[in-house]
């Protein structure tokens, strides 16, 4: 019976560790904070594929890599708040309040979705 319990609060806590990494923040307000001010350089699903990244040199980061995922939450605050040297990423302290900067963080953590990929190829549709 315990062990069913800890199971059925195992999503609530795994939401709780999530929220704590990035300060309990708000994806959804970094949602709209990251439209308005990063995807036009990063790109609607993070890629670095926005409309002005052809213009750019060099390219922006693709927030859902594998390295910037391995990031860790402080390093990315870090190039949030201070930029890029070298790069058309903006410092974004004197423009985004500390909490919006998490907000920011939060949204893109979201963006990466890691799933299994299967090993074999399904099978193909009997057709009737």
């Known amino acids: 019976m315990m062990n069913r319990n800890l199971l059925l609060m195992l999503p609530g806590l795994m ?8 300060g309990a923040r ?10 308005a001010r990063c995807a036009v350089c990063h790109g609607n699903q ?3 594929d926005g409309p002005e990244a052809p213009f750019l040199s060099p390219r922006p980061a693709s927030l859902i890599s594998a390295g910037t995922s391995a990031k860790s939450d402080a390093d990315l605050l870090t190039v949030i708040t ?3 040297p070298r790069t058309a990423m903006p410092a974004w302290k004197d423009s985004l309040t500390e909490e919006q900067r998490r907000d920011v963080l939060a949204y ?9 990929k299967p090993l074999t190829p399904a099978p193909p549709q009997e057709q009737h």
């Open 108 to 116: 893109i953590r979201t963006l990466v979705r890691f799933g299994p």
């Open 26 to 35: 708000s994806p959804e307000q970094g949602r709209m904070i990251y439209e």
């Open 82 to 84: 201070n930029g890029k």
């Open 15 to 22: 939401t709780i560790l999530v929220a704590g990494a990035v």
């Open 46 to 48: 993070g890629r670095g």
